[in-house]
């Protein structure tokens, strides 16, 4: 891997600070990877958005008078955890009249960004949220649930960012980011594949020869793979899809000839001239191109067409003025508004620091419990390549690192909950995971330790194999039906759950059989491992693997890899403190 970076663990860190000094008038710095506009807007409504980092410009480059109010960044490619949401939502909240959140179309965002807004609203927050879903690669016209969010969300951020400027209240800057939602459409292509710093190598590899068609902006692979056309036969069937997703006709269109980090601008510009002489031919005007980087995926080497049917009001919106680090056009007025002395968000407290917290030696059930965390936070470090590598050829290559992350962080929050219930302790250790992991996995797995913490009553929970058994049975149920309500996935769909539910009926029937508690997490691990192994066939219907269609078939799914890697642990730790 060769890259301009220092440390890969200090690259996103560094990104913000580098974008933060470099225009110091525009924007500033209030959490981790929170930016918000440097002149706080009053009396309006402000806008949040955010991501994984990887795709810069986007989404900090966006901050500023006439876009967006502030930008939470994750790990690369990562959706933020939800306390960084929170915190952006609540460095942009005091004196505004309501909150958009503009949330890309993937799991982890759309679960992270709409957990922190419940949490705004019950703070008497007015926030809400707009889903973008352009991606025509992916879904049908009628499947549109099932699309992605890729660089149509630019033209998001410009007209919703220029409504809200304009004073419009929280209602009509949501109508206005749906309208936009609504008439936007793109695909994209790639030629070369991109490496996440912390994973060393490509998410996927291509011959010279080879292409993939249907690419998202995640360093993940196409729909399919081709031979290399020339760039010309390339927008062609980009723009066959576009045009007969929605109807143009009679319209004129902003086009946005997107780089996605690696292709120069003189390719760019041959894919804008094939681009405007096949709208010209198909009797659709172009009022506008946009062409340059504008929602990258690091440094892959690939491009997409967005177009946006509009009219007379949206072309307003995207005429607007603008004053950002990477979209400026017009004479932005900041009369009306000014920089507090003090408007930084909350202080977030590091997990690293929860360790110094003093307290007691845990004991009995509480030290059981710590000691069998502590176990799946060694195993998640140790099997973290192994997990990555699962998720390179049908994710975005970063499913053992959020693991190995998110585990590490509960392992440093241990030894504050010495005195603690072992039910406390697994509630506050899924707690932990949901606001310090960013992606799908933390409030997944989040949700698997609060539910079983759940389940463990009273200390007496685990003192007899009998009580074990039962309440982690119960508490495995019951994360089941709540994993289950917060992805949306079901049994079969290539997730998670393919893992956890033969785990839960092995448990079941360990109980009936009055199975011992050692013997009855053997079985589940067991069940386990054989439920993850058994995704290997199956295609998958949700998450970022299901993007891929017929190609996820073949690949064992991560998450389900990463909970039989816990239960084995939860297994062997147990059985070793029996004897």
């Known amino acids: 891997m060769k890259k301009f970076i220092n440390r890969p663990e200090d690259v996103e860190r560094q990104v913000v600070d580098g974008y933060v000094k470099s225009y110091p008038a525009l924007i500033r710095k209030v959490g981790d990877d929170v930016v918000v506009r440097t002149h706080r807007k009053r009396g309006k409504v402000t806008l949040v958005s955010g991501g994984g980092m990887g795709h810069e410009p986007a ?7 006439g876009m967006l109010d502030a930008a939470v960044g994750g790990a690369i490619y990562t959706s933020p955890a939800v306390d960084r949401i929170s915190a952006g939502i609540e460095a942009v909240a005091p004196d505004a009249t309501g909150v958009l959140l503009v949330v890309k179309n993937y799991t982890g965002d759309v679960i992270n960004f709409r957990l922190a807004e419940e949490a705004a609203r019950e703070e008497g927050v007015a926030c809400d949220h707009v889903v973008v879903n352009d991606d025509v690669a992916v879904g049908t016209p009628t499947q549109r649930e099932q699309r992605r969010g890729v660089a149509g ?5 410009k007209c919703a960012g220029a409504a809200a400027e304009a004073g419009e209240p929280l209602a009509e800057v949501k109508r206005v980011a749906e309208k936009v939602i ?11 594949p991109c490496t996440v710093p912390a994973a060393g190598k490509p998410g996927f590899t291509l011959a010279d020869d080879e292409m993939e068609i249907g690419v998202g902006i995640h360093g993940e692979p196409g729909i399919r793979r081709e031979k290399m056309e020339p760039v ?12 007969a997703d929605i109807d143009y006709a009679g319209h004129e269109v902003a086009v946005l000839v997107n780089g996605a980090g690696g292709t120069p601008d003189y390719e760019l510009a041959l894919v804008a001239n094939h681009v405007h002489d096949v709208l010209s031919a198909r009797h659709v005007g172009v ?3 946009y062409m340059g980087n504008y929602l990258t995926s690091l440094e892959m080497r690939g491009f997409s067409v967005s177009l946006l049917r509009l009219d007379d009001e949206l072309k307003d919106l995207l005429s607007a003025p603008a004053d950002t680090p990477a979209w400026q056009q017009g004479e932005a007025n900041l009369a009306e508004d000014a920089a507090p002395e003090e408007d930084a968000a909350p202080k977030q407290v ?21 000691d069998v965390i502590s176990a799946v936070a060694d195993a998640m470090g140790a099997h973290k390549d192994e997990l990555t590598e699962l998720d390179q050829p049908i994710g975005d290559s970063d499913h053992g690192i959020n693991m190995a992350r998110g585990f590490s962080a509960a392992r440093a929050l241990l030894p504050s909950l010495a005195g603690e219930a072992p039910a406390a302790v697994l509630k506050k250790v899924g707690s932990t995971l949901v606001s310090k992991v960013g992606g799908s996995s933390g409030p997944l797995y989040g949700t698997l330790f609060r539910k079983v913490g759940v389940a463990l009553k009273g200390d007496d929970s685990l003192a007899s194999d009998e009580n074990a058994v039962r309440c982690l049975a119960a508490g495995l149920s019951k994360a089941f039906v709540g994993i289950e309500d917060l992805g949306g996935a079901k049994p079969g769909d290539k997730t998670m759950l393919d893992a956890i539910q033969p785990a839960m009926e092995a448990l079941e029937h360990a109980r009936g059989e009055d199975a011992p508690l050692v013997e009855a997490l053997a079985q589940a691990a067991d069940a386990a491992e054989a439920g993850a192994e058994a995704t290997v066939p199956l295609q998958a219907r949700k998450g970022r693997a299901s993007y891929l269609g017929e190609r996820s078939v073949g690949h ?3 998450g389900a890899a990463s909970f039989a890697l816990l239960m084995r642990t939860v297994a062997n730790a147990v059985a070793t403190r029996a004897k």
């Not at 969300?153 to 951020?157: A, C, E, K």
């Not at 609504?182 to 070369?192: K, L, P």
């Open 59 to 65: 989404h900090l480059g966006y901050v500023g008078t």
């Open 153 to 157: 969300t630019v033209f998001v951020h």
């Open 182 to 192: 609504d008439n936007v459409r793109t695909m994209g292509v790639a030629i070369a």
């Open 232 to 243: 010309d036969a390339m927008v062609d069937e980009i723009l066959d899809h576009v045009l």
């Open 287 to 289: 009022w506008h191109t």
């Open 350 to 370: 590091a997990a690293s620091e929860a360790s110094n917290v003093p307290a007691a030696e845990a004991t009995g059930a509480t030290k059981a419990v710590i």
């Open 556 to 558: 064992k799914d991560p």
